[in-house]
């Protein structure tokens, strides 16, 4: 049983928008910290966000910051990922996570355990 599931990638031209979204258990909800990675092509895995399970702190990769935003919703015990003014170099497939831990402990992959499927964003006009 997979416990983060991810959706809503697709094909967006630069500068539009999408929202990923990342339904997890509702363990995993209340108890671990939920990060967002991506991979591009011939590039190695990075992190991109991530938000706490308590007290909903966030945090953002430089190259995300001012057009990413992270959030939870408690009732669908869903993390989304709100990406805004997309670029090319945006593409890539995206990941969501759980932490070992409830707070984002920076984005060491063997800290997260726990991963979704993958879904991709490929930004192109």
């Known amino acids: 049983q997979l416990q983060l599931v991810e959706s809503g990638g697709g094909l967006v031209q630069p500068g539009g928008s999408l929202r990923l979204s990342c339904t997890v258990s509702?363990?995993?909800?209340?108890?671990?910290?939920v990060a967002w990675f991506r991979q591009a092509p011939g590039k190695e895995r990075e992190g991109v966000s991530c938000?706490?399970?308590?007290?909903?702190?966030?945090d953002y990769a430089d190259s995300v910051k001012g057009r990413f935003t992270i959030s939870r919703d408690n009732a669908k015990i869903t993390v989304y990922l709100q990406m805004n003014s997309l670029k090319s170099e945006d593409t890539a497939v995206y990941y969501c996570a759980a932490s070992r831990y409830y707070y984002c402990p920076g984005y060491d992959q063997e800290i997260f355990p726990s991963w979704g499927q993958g879904t991709q964003v490929t930004v192109s006009s």
């Open positions: 509702r363990s995993i909800f209340d108890y671990n910290a």
């Open positions: 938000i706490s399970s308590i007290g909903g702190s966030t």
